[in-house]
């Protein structure tokens, strides 16, 4: 499953994922504004039948919520166009979709490293500047924001936590670490004792795919870097780049993190963890309900718990976020339906029930203090803090030519083949000729 699809709390009730977005961008055929879009007119105008394509449901909840909109809006039916389970598949229809101008999608499910690239190609609208995003979270507005446009309402959002073993932090008397160096120092108080034998300190994703991607831009953001700035210009040949590669790989050199990690995708990071291999773990949420499993699969069950991602330096630690956006196609008819319909899908009310019925994280910044929420995902508050101070992916144009790029330059040097310097300096040249 794609990282950015990744479970909310997928077993407290056997659910889903969520999602994020980020963009902004140009105005469709009813567009207007400072960007142009497939065509002019007046913007997210027509009132009428839509489709909403997005990847296939596994809950069996969303056709209910459609079903409830229909109910509501007889002249503004939603018919659902599920696309393929698999993220690259779903993007693959879109693109075709847009490339032949049709109008056969009205509302798109994008993940949010799709937003910039569709914004940047014109194949999604700019929203309305008056669009009110103040009941939900500041990250995942941030997230669908492209050029300081907002090219779609969020829908979903996600981020990664630190699971770690409180049983053996607590025999030795250490307190929860929120830096790389408190990890490595309550590893050392604890790697001696009977309770450790067998394990490491720490793992995260770093097999080479997208997954390291995500780890790589978490290591930057938590010591105070960036991948690409403001500007869209590259940056990991700065010093905080630098610190946040050189973690991980001293992490290596050191033996706190396994070589086996070198393979590590969310499910082996997440299977080592649950077999008491690991004391740290960081990964997406879905891990919980998979650990916390009494059923005798989880030999963790009832000695670990959750904390925000540690910092590296004096910096604090940042997630990266995942989830889902609801962008308007630029050739869609009935987009003043089509802007209703993806506002709903992000109301108070209908994300409450998406996320009971399904794991997947809301984006509604009220349902973080929802007791019924917090009852069904006891991470939640950890969850939240998470979210506000999340980053994202690089927000660009040509993501999978960057996402490569940095795959290609960061396993060499988790692997002890280059160094430090020599990667960045390396990757900061490709990143540039991408850039231009």
């Given amino acids: 499953m794609p990282v950015s699809r990744r479970n909310?709390?997928?077993?407290?009730?056997?659910?889903g994922s969520l999602a994020v977005l980020s963009a902004c961008g140009s105005n469709s055929d009813s567009g207007t504004g400072s960007s142009a879009g497939a065509s002019s007119g007046p913007a997210f105008t027509g009132k009428g039948p839509i489709t909403?394509?997005?990847?296939k449901d596994t809950s069996g909840k969303l056709q209910e919520i459609l079903g409830d909109w229909n109910k509501t809006h007889p002249d503004e039916k939603v018919t659902l166009t599920e696309l393929p389970e698999s993220a690259d598949d779903q993007r693959a229809a879109m693109i075709q979709n847009f490339q032949v101008k049709s109008d056969s999608y009205s509302v798109v499910g994008m993940d949010p490293i799709w937003v910039a690239e569709f914004a940047a190609q014109q194949w999604v609208a700019a929203l309305p500047a008056d669009t009110d995003t103040s009941g939900l979270l500041k990250s995942s507005v941030d997230s669908a924001t492209y050029f300081k446009k907002l090219y779609g309402v969020p829908f979903a959002?996600?981020?990664q936590l630190l699971f770690y073993r409180k049983d053996l932090l607590d025999a030795a008397g250490v307190g929860v670490p929120t830096s790389w160096d408190q990890m490595w120092a309550a590893w050392d108080k604890v790697r001696s004792s009977p309770a450790a034998k067998g394990m490491s300190a720490y793992a995260g994703q770093l097999a080479k795919y997208e997954g390291l991607t995500v780890n790589f831009t978490s290591a930057v953001l938590s010591a105070g870097g960036k991948v690409f700035d403001e500007n869209g210009k590259p940056t990991v040949d700065s010093a905080q780049a630098k610190a946040?590669?050189?973690?991980?790989v001293n992490g290596f050199s050191k033996g706190f993190i396994p070589k086996e990690a070198l393979t590590y995708k969310e499910e082996e990071s997440r299977q080592a963890f649950q077999d008491g291999k690991l004391m740290f773990l960081q990964n997406w949420p879905y891990v919980y309900s998979k650990a916390a499993a009494t059923d005798g699969s989880s030999k963790v069950a009832g000695k670990f718990a959750v904390a925000p991602v540690p910092g590296i330096g004096s910096n604090p630690g940042m997630t990266v976020l995942g989830g889902l956006v609801l962008?308007?196609?630029?050739?869609?008819?009935?987009?003043?339906?089509?802007?209703?319909?993806?506002?709903?899908?992000?109301?108070?009310k209908v994300q409450k029930v998406w996320a009971l019925a399904t794991s997947q994280a809301p984006v509604v910044t009220s349902l973080y203090s929802d007791a019924e929420v917090i009852k069904a995902y006891p991470y939640t508050e950890e969850l939240k803090k998470a979210l506000d101070s999340a980053g994202t992916r690089p927000q660009v144009h040509n993501y999978g030519d960057v996402t490569l790029a940095i795959q290609n330059a960061v396993y060499p040097a988790l692997s002890g083949r280059t160094g430090v310097d020599a990667a960045l300096k390396d990757l900061q040249t490709k990143l540039e000729a991408l850039a231009k």
Avoid: C, P, R
């Fill in 8 to 15: 909310f709390l997928a077993g407290l009730g056997g659910l």
């Fill in 327 to 348: 962008g308007i196609s630029a050739y869609a008819k009935n987009k003043a339906t089509a802007l209703e319909f993806a506002k709903y899908m992000a109301s108070e």
């Fill in 52 to 55: 909403y394509a997005t990847g």
């Fill in 157 to 159: 959002t996600n981020g």
């Fill in 244 to 248: 946040g590669l050189g973690a991980l």
